[in-house]
């Protein structure tokens, strides 16, 4: 969405507001797409002492899986993003990220807002902070309680159990 500055361009202290949605649902994050509804972009352009700066947000309910457990969860995702505008970058070889050009009075607000989005998507996404996740043995949803399999113990620590349970024979 190519969105016109035009009007504020020589007015600093004005501003005008955007909104716009993007189809990101052919996005793949891990494996598939979990962005199944539109993002919703809101945002401004303000004139700050004649320097414009974007200032917006990227927002949808992401359709995803459990990392751990498996479960189908919905989430809120929002994703902030700012950049100041220019009409000419003057380190155009360094590639600032941080600068949006314009062109012809206008600026690729929805470029902007997709790559915001894209950078900020969590690779992991969990059901709920502390979900235990499936036994590694049988697959049962440890959440629901634990399913009785023994732990496979490592090595080095079966060694420094055993080192414990000797200081404790001693006492
Ligand atoms: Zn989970
Ligand atoms: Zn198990």
Redo the contacts with the bound molecule.
């Keep these: 969405m190519l969105l016109s500055v035009r009007e504020i361009i020589n007015t600093p202290g004005k501003k005008i507001s955007f909104q716009f949605s993007m189809d990101l649902s052919c996005v793949e994050f891990g494996g598939y797409c979990p962005v199944a509804e539109p993002v919703v972009v809101t945002g401004t352009v303000r004139n700050m002492a004649g320097v414009l700066v974007m200032q917006g947000t990227a927002e949808t309910m992401l359709h995803a899986f459990c990392d751990r457990c498996g479960k189908p969860l919905v989430c809120k995702k929002s994703v902030p993003f700012e950049h100041l505008l220019a009409q000419e970058l003057e380190n155009a070889d360094k590639g600032d990220d941080e600068i949006l050009l314009i062109e012809n009075g206008e600026v690729d607000a929805e470029d902007a807002a997709r790559t915001a989005f894209i950078l900020g998507m969590d690779t992991k996404l969990l059901c709920s902070e502390d979900c235990k996740g499936l036994?590694p043995?049988?697959?049962?949803d440890l959440n629901m309680g634990p399913?009785?399999?023994k732990k496979e113990t490592d090595p080095r620590l079966a060694v420094l159990a055993k080192l414990l349970q000797r200081d404790e024979d001693k006492d």
Excluded: L, M, N
């Design positions: 036994c043995i049988c697959g049962a399913c009785g399999c």
